[in-house]
């Protein structure tokens, strides 16, 4: 028996969903975090659920390695998912300055050299590229305990305060910082032919976006409301909820299940193909198709992931015609002088001000961790869905 006069300490324990073996989540109490001298802790507010984190629970892929670079199977260390994150500060570490107990932010679930103080600082962090740190760890992906839990301790400097009276929706603060990153990727990029350039022979006249889930709706309003693009924004998906929304947000519609693609945007561009094509859907079969529908030297941003099954071969007959070819992740795009991260504050600002609408796209809202397993096992195959968000 304990001796009642001498309790042990036990730590604070908190509710998460657990991922304890492929396609099984679990709610269980957990150890709850505690706040480093220059972190701090946050009480979960909201958590967007990602293609990621289905691509995760259903066991298609396990970012989570050893000293080997081998996935470590989550019956072995469990993981805790969800890497799209807003909260409240409730614990602030002694060296913290710039945040208070019950600040609202959005957190870059991202460590990297600056995050952590490391020193020296890699060449990737040094040239703002820090999704490519050498160091680099992601809560909710690479195994470190993610949103899908009541509380997260993370560096307060991954902590982007938010200055209005949004809720869920500060949780698309992250995909569309990826967004933002991915723009600005291609922006860089030497290519032949830019959104808005000067001379009309460099100017992208024809935008085809591959597929209106989250992803392919933020970049439909980020080419509209951010960059200004008014030339021709062709948006291809089969779902018809997803066309309304694109077409909601100023792009014109094609759909793939009804008629040949290649030949509607042939038609739509007078013959010429488009010059920026940006592949969202992650299909094999898209990618058979990107020959016919970009003109020479056009740009290509690949940021769907997953051609599983896919003979890459095809990729033969996108070469000849010279592409640029651009692959993206996440939302690393360099740091503010406070040394936050400042694709995300650029993205809560767009979301803020209202210039990117981020509720539309929102259609499952979920308020108790127990609905999430149905969630990533389920929903998001439904007709009507297109992002679903946790609320705790």
Not at 44 to 54: E, R, W
């Amino acid at each position: 028996m304990t001796n009642p006069g001498n309790h042990e300490s036990r730590p604070e324990t908190m509710r998460a969903c657990v991922l304890c073996d492929v396609a099984r989540m679990e709610v269980r109490d957990v150890a709850r975090p505690q706040a480093g001298t220059r972190e701090v802790l946050v009480r979960v507010a909201s958590v967007g659920l990602c293609g990621t984190d289905i691509h995760i629970f259903a066991g298609h892929a396990n970012y989570n390695t050893d000293a080997h670079g081998q996935p470590v199977p989550f019956n072995r260390e469990p993981q805790i998912l969800g890497h799209e994150i807003s909260g409240e500060v409730v614990e602030i570490g002694s060296e913290v300055r710039d945040l208070r107990e019950g600040d609202r932010v959005v957190i870059d679930q991202g460590l990297n050299c600056i995050s952590t103080a490391r020193a020296p600082v890699c060449e990737y962090c040094r040239t703002g590229d820090s999704h490519q740190c050498e160091f680099y760890r992601e809560h909710g992906i690479t195994g470190l305990p993610g949103g899908l839990a009541e509380y997260m301790a993370v560096p307060a400097v991954n902590c982007v305060p938010i200055q209005s009276s949004i809720g869920a929706e500060a949780a698309m603060t992250e995909p569309l910082g990826c967004i933002i990153h991915s723009s600005d990727f291609a922006a860089r990029a030497r290519s032949r032919y830019a959104i808005n350039a000067v001379e009309d022979d460099g100017r992208v006249r024809a935008v085809l976006i591959c597929g209106a889930g989250p992803a392919g709706l933020l970049f439909t309003q980020y080419l509209r409301q951010a960059l200004g693009y008014d030339g021709r924004l062709l948006v291809s998906e089969p779902n018809p909820r997803k066309r309304a929304l694109a077409e909601s947000f100023g792009a014109q519609t094609i759909d793939p299940s009804s008629g040949d693609v290649i030949e509607a945007v042939r038609e739509l561009t007078d013959g010429r193909g488009v010059e920026y094509l940006i592949e969202a859907t992650g299909s094999g079969r898209v990618m058979a198709l990107i020959p016919g529908l970009i003109r020479k030297q056009a740009t290509v941003l690949l940021y769907g992931h997953g051609h599983a099954g896919t003979d890459m071969s095809l990729l033969n007959n996108v070469l000849f015609r010279e592409p640029m070819l651009v692959a993206s992740v996440g939302a690393s795009g360099g740091f503010n002088a406070d040394g936050r991260p400042a694709v995300y504050a650029r993205a809560l600002e767009l979301i803020e001000s209202g210039r990117i609408d981020v509720a539309s796209i929102i259609t499952h809202r979920y308020t108790r961790l127990e609905e999430v397993p149905q969630a990533l096992g389920g929903d998001w195959r439904a007709a009507d869905y297109v992002k679903g968000v946790v609320t705790l």
